[in-house]
């Protein structure tokens, strides 16, 4: 097992290892995680890139962290919400907290790679929501992209997988008019 590097003040991009992932014919990148590297404690941070007519991520929206894109090189498509914007080398793109009119997604366009850097507030715990594809994320004790030894419950289900409150409690099945009231 690899220890991490003490944390620097001073890290350049060039000497970054970076991981590969591809799924499908949509999703593909590569990546390196900053954050732990500078010791980065309340913000994370990674460098990806993009090859042409790829996409790093599935649609989503953090319903507790915030993304800042800082967009170095290519060409790309910025999705949020309802609207596209196209973002090339200097553009920032932000998409902030929220439920699913927050849903973003960046895309690679052109014919070479798309460069960024991805900057978000590390809150946890965090609920993240998939709405192409009807999943949600929960995850406490760390941040998405953060230590995976801190990680205290991690779930990714369908909302139609909900179950009742009372269900399983002392062998009920209660009808939903039992459960407690939203607050």
């Known amino acids: 097992m690899s220890e991490t590097p003490a944390p620097r003040a001073v890290l350049s991009l060039t000497e970054l290892a970076t991981t590969a992932s591809s799924r499908g014919e949509r999703f593909a990148s590569e990546a390196a995680k900053l954050g732990p590297l500078l010791g980065m404690a309340h913000l994370g941070a990674r460098w990806m890139t993009v090859p042409p007519g790829r996409t790093a991520y599935p649609r989503h929206c953090h319903h507790n962290n ?14 949020i919400g309802e609207a596209q914007h196209p973002v090339r080398a200097g553009d920032l793109a932000f998409a902030p907290a929220g439920g699913v009119e927050t849903a973003h997604q960046l895309h690679a366009r052109g014919t070479t790679p798309l460069r960024y850097l991805c900057i978000s507030t590390m809150r946890h715990p965090d609920i993240t929501e998939y709405p192409d594809s009807g999943k949600f994320m929960v995850l406490a004790g760390r941040a ?4 995976p030894a801190e990680e205290r419950f991690l779930h990714i289900g369908r909302r139609a997988d ?11 099945l209660a009808s939903t008019d039992d459960a407690p009231s939203r607050r």
């Open 66 to 79: 915030e993304e800042l894109f800082v967009i170095l090189e290519g060409e790309g498509v910025f999705e």
């Open 144 to 147: 998405f992209g953060g230590d």
């Open 162 to 172: 909900r179950v009742d409150y009372w269900d399983g409690e002392d062998g009920l």
